[in-house]
């Protein structure tokens, strides 16, 4: 098992850069495939990207393609979330989630629901705003 904890959020104005962590603790972290997923009040929640827990591989949402990026540092125990060109519409408690499986999953559908994770963050708010 690992416990996740997200950190890095806050308000930024439209086009800054921010980035989140998220830090594991427990089982061997990188053993597990990570993503990260946002949601707004009222609405589900939305699959941002996932890595493998090589960091090898990632797969990004087409909605923050080319401006969200994930990375890990396993000696850290720590998943990254580099957001650039930041949007008010990208406002959201973003969350980290892993799974037990290095691999990412070679659907996108399996990769994007949040039922395929069991371990998940307490989230940190990201709000951008002039």
């Known amino acids: 098992q690992v416990q996740l904890v997200e950190s890095g959020g806050g308000l930024v104005q439209p086009g800054d850069s921010l980035r989140l962590s998220c830090t594991a603790s427990?089982?061997?972290?990188?053993?597990?495939?990570t993503a990260w997923f946002r949601q707004v009040p009222g609405k589900d929640r939305e699959f941002v990207a996932i890595?493998?827990?090589?960091?090898?591989?990632?797969f990004t949402s087409g909605s923050v393609k080319g401006r969200f990026t994930a990375s890990r540092d396993n000696a850290k125990n720590t998943v990254y979330l580099r957001m650039n060109s930041l949007r008010p519409e990208d406002t959201a408690v973003y969350y980290c989630?892993?799974?037990?499986?290095?691999?990412?999953?070679?659907?996108?559908?399996?990769?994007?629901?949040?039922?395929?994770?069991?371990?998940w963050g307490q989230g940190t708010q990201v709000t951008v705003s002039a």
């Open positions: 427990g089982s061997a972290f990188s053993n597990y495939r």
């Open positions: 989630a892993a799974e037990l499986g290095a691999i990412l999953p070679p659907s996108s559908r399996a990769r994007g629901n949040p039922n395929s994770y069991h371990y």
């Open positions: 890595i493998s827990g090589s960091g090898a591989s990632t």
